[in-house]
């Protein structure tokens, strides 16, 4: 009877890349020739990893591992792709919850293969001739409730910092206290809305007072925000705001795989990697070579800016474009476009925005983001002059 192995110590670290992880060097520590081969990956954007692993040789595949020790942060539903090193989100989110298309194998897995205490049993026949293995991981064990965790989390620090009992709801009595963010400036509009609107639909959902500065801080371009209140207050406030930068953070899976693809490609290095932040383990995998055992070459990568078969010239990537919305006072428009204000715009009252909207490539809008900052700071300081004129 044949034996397993290991398939780890078989595995091509040219040939691995991970779509959507947040840190380059966990993939390196996993699966690079000098790794640890222990180590966590955590996603980025959203609960989704798209990890391909290849192997210097054709293998079977019996079995593998994945998991993390604490269950919320462990994998649920996966899709397992074979042969297919260049799948994406778009073909691998496909018909996840119809028939399975191209994948070998849709699950669901149990409390204990999710924390790596039992394997996840493959379909032998379906893994005979392996050269890489695609695994797609599409929820974790938390449902999602992740964003609720580490609000509530601040939640209890506030009860800390009061001495308060954590399983009591706040009462009318109870101390409020201030907790400030760095939030980047290109998205405080969203937090803050169409003059104000969703800080307070935030405000009243909460019973929490947020408040923004109106500057960015120094050699940044971040702005504060200020949530004061009880715990529970503090509580629904952050989830809220947090739901708010999630929706503006999410990439859609086409860009993903454009922008999030790491690529593990110089494992002989011996430099030192930064410990792994808790997600999904990329998981051993566990099978027996076959009897043949021959070696067979990966796809060549794509050659980018060749020569076209039929000549004439070669095709220049076009770059990417994108748009960013920001909310800007009404009264400091004018100066931003030259113009000067008119008498209208010098009135007291409620705060009055206006939308700007900015497109190009990621790069220039960045660019063009902080010079509106620059340029609104220093509009800001003459409406100041105006009002306060110096003696």
């Known amino acids: ?145 992740i964003l609720d965790a580490v609000s509530k989390a601040f939640g209890l620090v506030v009860r800390t910092i009061n001495d308060e009992d954590f399983n009591q ?73 947090g739901m708010i930068l999630a929706d503006q953070t999410a990439v859609p899976s086409k860009e993903r795989g454009d922008r999030r693809r790491v690529q593990n490609q110089s494992y002989g290095d011996t430099s030192s990697y930064g410990s792994p932040a808790p997600y999904a383990a990329a998981p051993p995998v566990y099978g027996m070579l076959p009897t043949y055992a021959s070696t067979v070459p990966g796809p060549a990568p794509a050659q980018l800016g060749g020569a076209p078969p039929f ?11 994108t748009s960013q919305k920001i909310y800007v006072p009404n009264n400091l428009v004018g100066g931003l476009i030259g113009k000067e204000p008119g008498e209208g715009e010098q009135t007291e009252g409620p705060s009055i925005e206006r939308l700007v909207l900015i497109s190009g490539p990621a790069s220039g809008i960045q660019i063009a983001i902080n010079m509106l900052s620059e340029r609104i700071e220093i509009e800001k300081e003459k409406e100041k002059e105006k009002i306060n004129p110096p003696l």
């Open 311 to 321: 000549g004439g010239y070669p095709t220049l990537p076009v770059a990417e474009t």
């Open 1 to 145: 009877m044949s034996s397993f192995v290991n398939l780890k110590d078989y595995v091509d670290p040219a040939g691995v890349s991970c779509l959507n992880v947040k840190d380059e060097s966990s993939v390196k520590q996993l699966l690079g020739r000098t790794g640890s081969r222990i180590g966590l990956l955590e996603s980025d954007a959203d609960e989704n990893l798209l990890l391909s692993v290849a192997f210097d040789q054709t293998v079977k595949v019996h079995s593998l591992k994945l998991g993390h020790s604490v269950l919320e942060y462990a994998p649920k539903e996966i899709k397992i792709f074979i042969n297919t090193p260049e799948l994406d989100f778009d073909k691998a989110e496909d018909d996840l919850e119809t028939p399975k298309g191209d994948a070998m194998a849709v699950l669901s897995l149990t409390e204990k293969q999710a924390i790596g205490e039992d394997s996840i049993q493959l379909r032998f026949v379906r893994f005979q001739a392996v050269n890489s293995i695609q695994i797609y991981v599409k929820s974790n064990q938390s449902d999602g409730d």
């Open 169 to 241: 709801p706040s009462l009318p009595g109870s101390k409020a206290v201030t907790l400030k963010f760095a939030i980047p400036n290109m998205k405080m509009g969203f937090i803050i809305g169409r003059a104000g609107a969703k800080i307070k639909e935030i405000q009243e959902a909460s019973g929490a007072k947020i408040s923004t500065s109106d500057y960015v801080l120094p050699n940044s371009t971040e702005r504060v925000l200020s949530i004061d209140g009880v715990a529970d207050a503090v509580h629904i406030a952050i989830y809220h705001v």
